[in-house]
């Protein structure tokens, strides 16, 4: 009996070991720190949702090297102001709505639907983040809820952090007037 126990201990043990040596590495994660590679257009995910009437679109109809343009993550309260943010600029953009640590259930029910409505609107893409793909392949570990970050897609396909940023806490729920969403948004534009 007491052999029969080594016997199946050191099978768990040589399981989990061939497991975790065999185990695949995340393709989305950046391991920028550790490495010092510079971000780059290959560590965008190659699918994602798309706020939008065609709602899967691959990378390459948004992002393509030898075109620059903006990338603005979007945390729970500034989804509130960038909404109309076509309306200040012509510049090429594309906004990450970032709800991955919101609950699945709640995702489901609620998030994807008023993402929909508050952005039927707006002229420019909003890639539905709920995975957390783009926030672990660009490398961001921040959620505070008020805060938006900016990066550049550069010409010859690397991305580099522009601008990060705050709004108002809660506009989500209380909302914003249109004065301070106009002054915001024009203040934000400047910086692009």
Known sequence: MKNILKIVFLGIIGFVFLTYLTAPKN????????????????FIPRYFDLVSNNPYTKAETLFEKGVE??????NHDSLA???????????NIVLIANISNTPWLIKQLAVNGKLEEMYKDSKIPLINDSNGFFMNSLDLKDNTQNKYFIYKLNSDGTIVKTNEGLVELNILEKGISQENSKNSLEQIVKSL
């Open 81 to 91: 102001l960038f909404k109309n943010l076509y309306k200040y600029t012509d510049k």
């Open 69 to 74: 343009k903006y990338i603005i993550v979007l």
């Open 27 to 42: 393709p989305n994660k950046n391991e920028i720190n550790s490495n010092k590679k510079v971000l780059n257009i290959n």
